[in-house]
């Protein structure tokens, strides 16, 4: 029997990279990682290689049933250079966590954009709707827009296998969210972008694009897009005192500039100190704080301090493997 692969990448672009994909036929296909063969592509096209040597190599990393098509897998890649190194695009690659100690959870906010009006749903084609207020998890078609699309992502992602625990309208008109957790680095950044994919495919269908860019309406009155970077390894897991937390925070306060320069571009816009963000220039970290660059959830807290931390400045556009690996780095600096 022929099985369709579908094998899944990110390209050379600065500063975001985007999804790149093709389908490989297979016969006799176990269903199994291992037997997902290295396959090449025209790193030419992508950004990631010259016209004179343009094959780059794909090696995959993660497989789930592809819910949309007939006998067929989504293959989650990595990027490798000819001579099978990790290619310079290649994020995953720089996650420090081969015992999977480190959980994350992302929670994933985008735009359901209309490539006519090149505005977001919900907004009239030569002004705006009502201001910010009744779209955040709202129900109704005064408020809510691309339900349809919102639901048929959530239910292909979880026959897929992947994490999601949930989904949520957001505050701006045609914003939305998705949240995915997975114990292990790599796999919550392998699971956001095969989220992320299923999404623009199913875009296509309705005609409806994604905009994962930050701040898509600018210096307006409208919230930006975010991804909340949930992490906890076994230390925070387990700290059982205030001390911890509060020595694993102030080890971001040095790197800011490390951690801004992976967390997606244009995050200046989005980071002003307004519309549930602290500001770009600051770091600052409490309790049940919203406006912190990192908040400590109540949970945490009420637990005994034993838990997990959100930075709250990724944003939408930012690539989760990247993310991961800076805030690993962090964590792991810090002797406990
Ligand atoms: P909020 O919108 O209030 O910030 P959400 O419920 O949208 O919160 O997201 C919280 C995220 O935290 C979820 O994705 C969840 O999986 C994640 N999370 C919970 N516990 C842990 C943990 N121990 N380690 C890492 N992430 C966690
Ligand atoms: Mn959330
Ligand atoms: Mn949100
Ligand atoms: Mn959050």
Not at 37 to 53: K, N, R
Not at 79 to 95: C, F, K, M, Q
Not at 189 to 207: A, H, M, N, P, V
Not at 251 to 278: C, Q, S
């Amino acid at each position: 029997m022929a099985t369709k692969l579908e094998y899944i990448w990110l390209d050379g672009y600065k500063p975001t990279q985007s999804l790149r994909s093709k389908t490989k036929i297979v016969k006799n296909f176990s269903g199994k990682l291992e037997e997902c063969p290295l396959w090449s592509f025209d790193g030419s096209s992508t950004e990631q290689a010259p016209g004179g040597s343009s094959d780059c190599v794909l090696k995959p990393v993660f497989i789930c049933p592809d819910p949309q098509r007939k006998d067929a897998y989504l293959v989650m890649c990595e990027v490798l250079t000819a001579d099978g190194t990790a290619h310079e695009s290649n994020g995953r690659a720089l996650i420090d966590d081969d015992d999977n100690d480190f959980w994350f959870g992302f929670e994933q906010e985008y735009f359901l954009w209309d490539p006519e009006t090149n505005k977001p749903l919900g907004f009239p084609a030569g002004g705006y709707p009502a201001p910010q207020g009744p779209y955040y998890c709202s129900v109704g078609a005064n408020n809510a827009y691309g339900r349809e699309i919102v639901e048929e992502h959530l239910d292909a992602c979880l026959e897929a296998g992947l994490n999601v625990e949930g989904i949520n309208a957001e505050v701006a008109a045609g914003q939305w969210e998705f949240q995915i957790f997975a114990k292990g680095a790599k796999e919550a950044g392998d699971q956001i972008w095969i989220g992320r994919y299923l999404l623009e495919r199913i875009g296509e269908k309705y005609g409806v694009a994604i905009n994962w860019h930050c701040k898509p309406l600018g210096a307006l009155d409208w919230n930006g897009s975010g991804m909340h970077a949930n992490f906890s390894n076994s230390v925070l897991r387990t700290a059982g005192n205030k001390e911890t937390y509060d020595k694993i925070c102030e080890a971001f306060r040095p790197v800011v500039k490390e951690h801004i320069e992976v967390y997606g571009a244009d995050n200046h816009l989005r980071l002003t100190g307004k519309h549930e963000t602290a500001s770009i220039h600051d770091f600052s970290y409490g309790v049940s704080d919203r406006g912190a660059s990192i908040r400590i959830p109540l949970a945490t807290v009420e637990k005994g301090w034993n838990g997990y931390l959100e930075d709250r400045r990724p944003n939408s556009a930012a690539d989760p493997y990247k993310v991961a690996a800076r805030i690993i780095k962090t964590v792991k600096s810090v002797a406990v």
